[in-house]
């Protein structure tokens, strides 16, 4: 028997458990079970019959409402910071994939014909206010007109990068992604 349990079984013949209910109690129940429902029969001093309380508590499954809250306050810290983890490890994703689409573009960027390019060009100008349109060096790292070209050019939408990484999103983490 680990310590443990040890203890346990030994603060439950000190309550005044028989030895028989006492091995039936540590089998029957969790460590856990078992310490919180002893200190919850030690919390009430003026308890008639203690034993009768332990066991009322063990199968009522009573709780100690302080403990009862420490224990929903670290499960909803624990919930927040998974939260959080997941929620770094899609900002992460969110620019890999960013990232992966301007390579790409740059590549059919850096491969496509001069006419092809020259066009691109010239339709970005035709989108800009008159202002901006005079004297400006047009190339792929203006960020207005990269944009302009990956909207031209056929690359890997959200899904395809997804699947390529063999990685799928819930609802929920879609919902964040669009909040990142």
């Given at each position: 028997m680990p310590d443990e349990v040890q203890n346990i079984f030994?603060?439950?013949?000190?309550?005044?458990?028989a030895t028989k209910a006492a091995e039936e109690m540590v089998n029957q129940h969790s460590p856990d079970q078992l310490q919180e429902?002893?200190?919850?029969?030690?919390?009430?001093?003026?308890?008639?019959?203690?034993?009768?309380?332990?066991?009322?508590?063990l199968n009522g499954h009573w709780r100690d409402p302080k403990t009862e809250q420490a224990q929903k306050k670290q499960r909803q810290r624990q919930?927040?910071?998974a939260i959080e983890t997941r929620k770094k490890t899609l900002q992460h994703l969110k620019r890999r994939f960013a990232e992966h689409r301007i390579t790409l573009a740059r590549t059919a960027y850096e491969q496509a014909p001069e006419p092809v390019v020259q066009q691109w060009q010239n339709d970005f100008i035709q989108t800009q206010p008159p202002i901006l349109r005079k004297g400006k060096v047009i190339g792929f790292e203006n960020p207005r007109f990269r944009a302009f070209v990956m909207e031209r050019l056929a690359l890997p939408t959200l899904n395809e990068f997804l699947?390529?990484?063999?990685?799928?999103?819930?609802?929920?983490?879609?919902?964040?992604?669009d909040q990142l």
């Amino acid at each position: 028997m680990p310590d443990e349990v040890q203890n346990i079984f030994k603060e439950l013949l000190e309550l005044g458990i028989a030895t028989k209910a006492a091995e039936e109690m540590v089998n029957q129940h969790s460590p856990d079970q078992l310490q919180e429902s002893l200190t919850l029969t030690q919390q009430q001093p003026d308890q008639q019959n203690p034993p009768g309380f332990l066991v009322e508590a063990l199968n009522g499954h009573w709780r100690d409402p302080k403990t009862e809250q420490a224990q929903k306050k670290q499960r909803q810290r624990q919930e927040k910071e998974a939260i959080e983890t997941r929620k770094k490890t899609l900002q992460h994703l969110k620019r890999r994939f960013a990232e992966h689409r301007i390579t790409l573009a740059r590549t059919a960027y850096e491969q496509a014909p001069e006419p092809v390019v020259q066009q691109w060009q010239n339709d970005f100008i035709q989108t800009q206010p008159p202002i901006l349109r005079k004297g400006k060096v047009i190339g792929f790292e203006n960020p207005r007109f990269r944009a302009f070209v990956m909207e031209r050019l056929a690359l890997p939408t959200l899904n395809e990068f997804l699947e390529q990484e063999g990685i799928s999103l819930q609802e929920e983490e879609r919902v964040w992604w669009d909040q990142l």
